[in-house]
């Protein structure tokens, strides 16, 4: 069964460095999305993408996030200059173009000391 | 606002019982979308089931079913015959308004999460 895989599944960072979150939805899927979700606490929108651009964006992707399908698989999260209140767990969704189901990737563990 | 509550921080289930999540949610939309999903202590998101707003039966997927009620704005999971597998955190989301193709405004929005146990 096709499934969203994400890389890597956990990453430690210094606070100020960048980050770049590896995602590789199901291949069919047109629609892409990143979420997060702080320890304990519930899962939050970051940004919708289609048709190579963001369609959407919440409040928390500010201008250190930014997104990039850069071929015809991989859509990337980089966080350009880490703080400590990114750790977090980050997961990639994606949607078909067709139906109203996204399915989420295992996520990555944000550690950033 | 609170767009999904749900209500219960934790809840615990004897193994082969049926359990009930609670969720309610809060739009003006008259087009939306109703999510389930499982979060197992691995931390991965686990899509369960899907309601829309405009569906007149009950989704079901195997020992899930969504009681839909439409007019009390409440979408709750109902698990038959729970297994020791089933503990984990569950989830109810939405999608507010119309699915647009260009893609924007299909975020799902989050409720705060139910943890089940299952007890032997």
């Known amino acids: 069964e096709p499934e969203v895989t994400q890389t890597p599944s956990h990453q430690v960072t210094q606070m100020g460095q960048e980050v770049i979150l590896r995602c590789v939805p199901i291949?069919?899927?047109?629609?892409f999305y990143w979420y997060r979700q702080i320890l304990g606490q519930k899962v939050e929108f970051l940004v919708s993408f289609y048709n190579n651009e963001i369609s959407e964006k919440s409040e928390i992707f500010d201008d250190q996030f930014s997104v990039e399908r850069p071929d015809g698989s991989n859509f990337t999260l980089k966080i350009r200059s880490t703080k400590l209140e990114d750790s977090a767990m980050y997961f990639c969704?994606?949607?078909?173009?067709?139906?109203?189901?996204?399915?989420f990737g295992p996520g990555t563990r944000l550690t950033v000391t | 606002a609170q767009k999904i509550t749900q209500t219960q921080p934790g809840m615990f289930v004897q193994e082969k019982e049926a359990v009930t999540l609670d969720c309610t949610y809060d739009?003006?939309?008259?087009?939306?979308?109703l999510f389930w999903y499982k979060q197992p202590s691995s931390g991965e998101m686990i899509f369960l089931i899907y309601q829309g707003s405009y569906d007149e039966q009950n989704a079901t997927e195997g020992r899930y079913s969504l009681n839909f009620q439409k007019a009390r704005k409440s979408a709750n999971l109902v698990i038959s015959a729970s297994q020791l597998g089933d503990s984990a955190m569950y989830f109810c989301a939405m999608r507010e308004g119309r699915v647009l193709f260009s893609g924007g405004y299909n975020k799902l929005i989050f409720g705060a999460g139910t943890r089940l146990a299952v007890h032997p």
């Open positions: 739009t003006s939309d008259q087009s939306y979308g």
């Open positions: 969704a994606s949607r078909a173009g067709t139906g109203d189901e996204q399915y």
């Open positions: 291949s069919n899927h047109l629609y």
